[in-house]
């Protein structure tokens, strides 16, 4: 079946060091979305990727969709502590379910 | 505006004892509804998505069943509980179309003891 995977698994960074995390399916996605999970909360949409090589920036933070549409990234530039969080791709090959990826844990260090 | 309500919030049962987890969203019709696990400091397993009333489709065997009585009601239950079943059980829903993205329910923490 389709998986979708993330790397780093955690991640460690200085308040102001740049941070990415990486997603990869098995199989190619018509669109992916990507979550924020506060510690103790619960997964909250960021942003929708539909095209390929489609790039989208909220303030600091800035998502890619792979030409091939198997791959996204999400890199936040200039971290503060308000990122800390677990950050979670989730991708549809064109059904109505969306399979998560294994999640990047961020810890910002003041 | 649309909103997801999700109870209880938190839930010690014991082994072999039965479950039912509620979930029921408000502001909208003919929401795509979704039932998740994610066990601790890990991912969101997809266990079930319904498309319509009595429409449920799993995606994990296991001794755990859903329902859809009605339109914005998703029902999460379970016979017998395993400690296996222990973990942060999350409802959410999403447009048909276009998605513009799942909206989560504040989960349930469910440790089977």
């Known amino acids: 079946g389709q998986q979708v995977m993330q790397i780093p698994q955690y991640q460690h960074v200085q308040e102001g060091e740049d941070f990415t995390t990486y997603c990869n399916s098995s199989?190619?996605?018509?669109?992916i979305q990507w979550y924020k999970q506060r510690p103790g909360g619960h997964p909250v949409f960021l942003i929708q990727l539909v095209k390929s090589g489609e790039v989208k920036k909220q303030k600091r933070l800035t998502f890619q969709f792979g030409e091939a549409k198997k791959n996204s990234s999400l890199h936040i530039t200039a971290t503060q502590t308000t990122d800390v969080g677990t950050y979670f791709c989730a991708g549809t090959s064109g059904t109505y379910k969306y399979i998560f990826g294994t999640g990047t844990r961020l810890k910002v260090l003041a | 505006s649309q909103t997801i309500h999700q109870w209880p919030a938190t839930l010690v049962q014991p082994v072999g004892s039965p479950l039912s987890l509620e979930c029921t969203v408000e502001g909208t019709s003919n929401p795509n509804l979704y039932w998740y696990r994610q066990a601790a400091g890990r991912g969101l397993q997809l266990l079930f998505y319904s498309v319509g009333i009595g429409q449920i489709s799993s995606e994990v065997p296991q001794n755990l069943s859903a329902s859809r009585p009605q339109d914005r009601q998703f029902i999460l239950s379970s016979k017998k509980l395993l400690l296996s079943d222990s973990g942060f059980y999350l409802c959410?829903?999403?447009?048909?179309?276009?998605?513009?993205?799942?909206?989560f329910g504040s989960g349930t923490r469910l440790t089977v003891v």
């Open positions: 199989t190619t996605l018509s669109n």
């Open positions: 959410a829903w999403a447009e048909r179309a276009p998605n513009y993205g799942y909206t």
